[in-house]
T-cell receptor, first 117, second 116 residues
Framework: AQTVTQSQPEMSVQEAETVTLSCTYD???????LFWYKQPPSRQMILVIR??????QNATENRFSVNFQKAAKSFSLKISDSQLGDAAMYFCAYKIYSGGGADGLTFGKGTHLIIQP | SQTIHQWPATLVQPVGSPLSLECTVEGTSNPNLYWYRQAAGRGLQLLFY??????ISSEVPQNLSASRPQDRQFILSSKKLLLSDSGFYLC???????????????FGEGSRLTVL
């Protein structure tokens, strides 16, 4: 079974600084998706960034970027120029590419990100 | 554009009472639908998923059941709630293969259930 591990229960960063959240996963598959979701206090899950395993180029979305190391099964999220609105729980998630199956995402336990003003 | 709504947002129920959480999706057809439960410090656990009307797959044995009476409607139910059913429940949908968002889940606002 696939597992996703987030080893940092909580991280704290000063506003405007850069922070990196770690994620590792375990799978025997070669085709899959990886995601980072953000859950603010409102509790609604919001997609931050996604990465297809077949793509070697790391995904970026404005201030958010990932470091995808397929061989090491590592998928870290870097947040640059941290803002107060970035404070939230961040979940790393994995999904096998099943070509049409309805397999859900497998989530890590989350990292609580605190932004210090 | 697609939207997903679930209700009620908050629910307080006594042990042994029934449960019904409802979720609807607008702006898309034939979505895959999911129910997740989020417990403190434990991430999100997939409870049920559905690929079509009347088609329900259960990921874990539990006191809950799910139904999909219509294409874009997904219901989470229980006949008799247990204390351990307390938690935050999230409904989600995903598109079919070939869509640019293939693989991504879109979540509802969540429902907080407290069983006393």
């Amino acid at each position: 079974a696939q597992t996703v591990t987030q080893s940092q229960p909580e991280m704290s960063v000063q506003e405007a600084e850069t922070v990196t959240l770690s994620c590792t996963y375990d799978t025997s598959e070669s085709d899959y998706y990886l995601f980072w979701y953000k859950q603010p206090p409102s509790r609604q899950m919001i997609l931050v960034i996604r990465q297809e395993a077949y793509k070697q180029q790391n995904a970026t979305e404005n201030r958010f970027s990932v470091n995808f190391q397929k061989a090491a099964k590592s998928f870290s999220l870097k947040i640059s120029d941290s803002q107060l609105g970035d404070a939230a729980m961040y979940f790393c998630a994995y999904k096998i590419y099943s070509g049409g199956g309805a397999d859900g995402l497998t989530f890590g336990k989350g990292t609580h990100l605190i932004i210090q003003p | 554009s697609q939207t997903i709504h679930q209700w009620p947002a908050t629910l307080v129920q006594p042990v042994g009472s029934p449960l019904s959480l409802e979720c609807t999706v607008e702006g898309t057809s034939n979505p895959n639908l999911y129910w997740y439960r989020q417990a403190a410090g434990r991430g999100l656990q997939l409870l049920f998923y559905s690929v079509g009307i009347g088609q329900i797959s259960s990921e874990v044995p539990q006191n809950l059941s799910a139904s999909r009476p219509q294409d874009r409607q997904f219901i989470l139910s229980s006949k008799k709630l247990l204390l351990s059913d307390s938690g935050f429940y999230l409904c989600a949908w995903s598109s079919r293969p070939g869509h640019p968002s293939d693989g991504e889940l879109f979540f509802g606002e969540g429902s907080r259930l407290t069983v006393l």
